[in-house]
């Protein structure tokens, strides 16, 4: 079964940082392109990043780039999300998801972990 | 200001069908793949929809999806109460060299 479990969210304050992690299972991690996506409280979801298998070329939105890096560790079936110079409106859920790979959509998605940035 | 534009909103009877549109442009729909998720509260996201009109096989045929252009259209036919939720597409978008969602639309089964 393909689990993806994320961690690392919590209360940080403005302009901290914080590192999310997402621990993969159940299928060859190295095998597949993941993604960041966010949703802010009452708001839609937001794409943020993307990384490719071999952690190669990382696609950012214009909305965190310069402040995200996201890298993955093939050996630790892993996925982390460095966020930097965080703002109020970075708060919400943070969820990372498998890129199917044989079609075109992210076919997989974990539970989700929360960021607050509040002073 | 989302990419991709939805109705924030649609709402229909149990049993009755409904559709959700989703708007783009060349860069985006017009020359890629679309998909749709839905999203309920507390829940991870989960893929309705991919390649404009692919369904996986554990979502029910009540699911449907077109592209036309730069449009896509999401359908659900017998209402449930339990589609109640939060429904998004998302595909590519060639010229920002992003994936894009739309803003989201929100369905209520009255």
């Known amino acids: 079964e393909v689990q993806l479990v994320e961690s690392g969210g919590g209360l940080v304050q403005p302009g901290g940082s914080l590192r999310l992690s997402c621990a993969a299972s159940g299928f060859t991690f190295s095998s597949y392109s993941m993604t960041w996506v966010r949703q802010a409280p009452g708001k839609g979801l937001e794409w943020i990043s993307f990384i490719t298998t071999s952690g190669g070329k990382v696609y950012i939105a214009d909305s965190v780039r310069g402040r995200i890096n996201m890298s993955r560790d093939n050996a630790k079936n892993s996925l982390t999300l460095q966020l930097d110079s965080l703002r109020d409106d970075d708060t919400g859920i943070y969820y990372c998801?498998?890129?199917?790979?044989?079609?075109?959509?992210?076919?997989?998605w974990g539970q989700g972990t929360r960021v607050t940035v509040s002073s | 200001q989302s990419v991709l534009t939805q109705p924030p909103s649609v709402s229909a009877a149990p049993g009755q069908r409904v559709t959700i549109s989703c708007s783009g442009t060349?860069?985006?729909?017009?020359?890629?793949?679309v998909s749709w998720y839905q999203h309920l509260p507390g829940a991870a996201p989960k893929v309705l929809i991919y390649?404009?009109?692919a369904r996986p096989s554990v979502i029910p045929d009540r699911f449907s999806g077109s592209k036309s252009g730069t449009s896509a259209i999401l359908g659900i036919a017998g209402l449930q109460t339990g589609d109640e939720a939060d429904y998004y597409c998302?595909?590519?978008?060639?010229?920002?060299?992003?994936?894009?969602f739309g803003g989201g639309t929100k369905l209520t089964v009255l």
């Open positions: 390649d404009n009109n």
């Open positions: 060349s860069s985006n729909i017009g020359n890629n793949y």
């Open positions: 998801a498998r890129w199917s790979g044989a079609a075109h959509y992210f076919d997989s």
């Open positions: 998302a595909t590519w978008d060639s010229s920002l060299s992003a994936v894009v």
